[in-house]
């Protein structure tokens, strides 16, 4: 089985028996009340986390927001501008730590 196949995912079931105290418990249940409607959609919070995972490049976590995203109801064009601004945001961040590199001479 490939290193990142999707496949892999069936195993997080496993962290429950695995995990010691509440831990894995505690982390399910965040994570739904993080991800569920609130001021922000459901939606688009499945864009924002799909714009974080491109940016940390965690395949596991493009393709379970990917698919989050379209069955709230996000459209190809939604998706493809997500990968702009993941695509700026790690830009930037380049850019904004190049600041790092100059002599401060003022």
């Known amino acids: 089985m490939p290193m990142f196949s999707m ?10 028996s695995l995990a010691t105290g509440k ?9 739904a009340e993080a991800m569920s409607d609130g001021a922000i959609s459901k939606k688009n919070k499945q ?10 490049q965690c395949p596991y976590c493009i393709e379970i927001h ?6 709230c109801g996000a459209t190809d064009a939604e ?3 997500v990968v702009f ?3 700026a945001i790690r830009a930037s961040s380049a850019i ?9 001479d003022e």
């Open 66 to 71: 990917r698919e989050n995203a379209k069955v």
């Open 23 to 31: 831990s894995w418990k505690m982390f399910i249940a965040f994570n």
């Open 7 to 16: 496949d892999n995912m069936r195993k997080l079931k496993k962290f429950n």
């Open 96 to 104: 904004t730590h190049g600041t790092h590199l100059i002599d401060h």
């Open 85 to 87: 601004i993941a695509a």
């Open 47 to 56: 864009l924002i986390s799909l714009a974080a995972a491109l940016t940390t």
């Open 79 to 81: 998706l493809a501008e």
